[in-house]
T-cell receptor, first 114, second 110 residues
Framework: GAGVSQSPSNKVTEKGKDVELRCDPISGHTALYWYRQSLGQGLEFLIY????????KSGLPSDRFSAERTGGSVSTLTIQRTQQEDSAVYLC????????????FGPGTRLLVL | GENVEQHPSTLSVQEGDSAVIKCTYSDSASNYFPWYKQELGKRPQLIIDIRSNVGEKKDQRIAVTLNKTAKHFSLHITETQPEDSAVYFCAASSDNQFYFGTGTSLTVIP
């Protein structure tokens, strides 16, 4: 079956603009995770959803970042007023349930803020 | 929150030798420890995981050990092959949140 997909694959934007990143999880997976990976760095946990609910948003770097998930499926990560330090690869992953389950990663969205 | 440290950051081994990557964590509530492999330009993929009620798990050439008392866990790759070259990430999970180490870039020299 289809894996996790993300769009766009690449995004170049100007500083100050808003961007929306989309994640389509594996069908039936109730848990969805967002991570940020800067060049040569590890994975920074941003937020997770169990169904449509995000129990803890404290991992989001600033109030310019928000995420939502509707219908227990697609999720959107929005970055408002982008800054150059937001440049990174944003990875989405899904699992059958939250917690001790294998996460399947999407290919990521490479964001470049000029 | 959880803090995961991973060592070494880079590791080079001769083909056929073993490679060991170590991680420590801080939150005693963490109960799930996956390892991911990320090849250049590709997405991370799970290679092995261990839960807190188990001390060791093995899958062919890959094994993971967990010491809950010391709060550390390790990845062992035996008989390394060039295709093992990649960045490896450990992670610790508590309260459904995942905290990753900074990664180990493994190079297997033919």
């Amino acid at each position: 079956g289809a894996g996790v997909s993300q769009s766009p694959s690449n995004k170049v934007t100007e500083k100050g603009k808003d961007v929306e990143l989309r994640c389509d999880p594996i069908s039936g997976h109730t848990a969805l995770y967002w991570y940020r990976q800067s060049l040569g760095q590890g994975l920074e946990f941003l937020i997770y959803f169990q169904g449509n609910s995000a129990p803890d948003k404290s991992g989001l770097p600033s109030d310019r970042f928000s995420a939502e998930r509707t219908g227990g499926s697609v999720s959107t990560l929005t970055i408002q007023r982008t800054q150059q330090e937001d440049s990174a690869v944003y990875l989405c992953a899904s699992s059958e349930r939250a917690g001790r389950e294998t996460q399947y990663f999407g290919p990521g969205t490479r964001l470049l803020v000029l | 929150g959880e803090n995961v440290e991973q060592h070494p950051s880079t590791l080079s081994v001769q083909e056929g030798d073993s490679a060991v990557i170590k991680c420590t964590y801080s939150d005693s509530a963490s109960n799930y420890f996956p390892w991911y492999k990320q090849e250049l330009g590709k997405r991370p993929q799970l290679i092995i995981d261990i839960r807190s009620n188990v001390g060791e798990k093995k899958d062919q050439r890959i094994a993971v050990t967990l010491n809950k008392t010391a709060k550390h866990f390790s990845l062992h790759i035996t008989e390394t092959q060039p295709e093992d070259s990649a960045v490896y990430f450990c992670a610790a999970s508590s309260d459904n949140q995942f905290y990753f180490g900074t990664g180990t870039s493994l190079t297997v020299i033919p």
